[in-house]
């Protein structure tokens, strides 16, 4: 069993072109053991934005910790807020927008 603080995570940039102000911790990963799934925690700044971009075998399912923005499916601009959960299936285009003035902090699970 693995227990510890997010703080003790190194946070660093997503390797997504394109993405502006955003953060990313791997709270557990395939270093820590984990075989079926992966648990990041992104962190977006206010002004923020991850871009539209897709993966074309893999879900998502996020949970939105802090604050709030804009989740864009190409289509369809939708507001989140802190509690929110989000299904995003694979395939699916999607987007984050941080356009309040205080961080949005979302944890993001994929399988591995």
């Given at each position: 069993?693995?227990?510890?603080?997010f703080?003790?995570?190194?946070?660093?940039?997503?390797?997504?072109?394109g993405?502006?102000?955003?953060?990313?911790?791997?709270?557990?990963?395939?270093?820590e053991?984990?075989?079926?799934y992966a648990?990041?925690?992104?962190?977006?700044?206010?002004?923020?934005?991850i871009?539209?971009?897709e993966?074309?075998v893999?879900?998502?399912e996020i949970?939105i910790?802090e604050?709030?923005g804009?989740?864009n499916d190409?289509?369809?601009a939708?507001?989140?807020k802190?509690?929110?959960a989000?299904?995003?299936?694979?395939?699916?285009?999607h987007?984050?927008?941080?356009?309040a003035?205080?961080?949005?902090?979302?944890?993001?699970?994929?399988p591995?």
């Amino acid at each position: 069993m693995l227990k510890r603080h997010f703080t003790e995570v190194k946070e660093e940039p997503p390797n997504l072109a394109g993405t502006k102000g955003c953060t990313v911790r791997w709270l557990i990963s395939h270093e820590e053991g984990a075989v079926h799934y992966a648990m990041r925690l992104f962190t977006l700044q206010p002004g923020g934005t991850i871009p539209l971009h897709e993966h074309e075998v893999t879900e998502h399912e996020i949970f939105i910790v802090e604050g709030g923005g804009i989740l864009n499916d190409g289509i369809n601009a939708t507001s989140v807020k802190r509690g929110d959960a989000i299904f995003v299936e694979a395939g699916e285009k999607h987007s984050f927008i941080n356009n309040a003035d205080h961080p949005l902090q979302f944890i993001c699970v994929i399988p591995i």
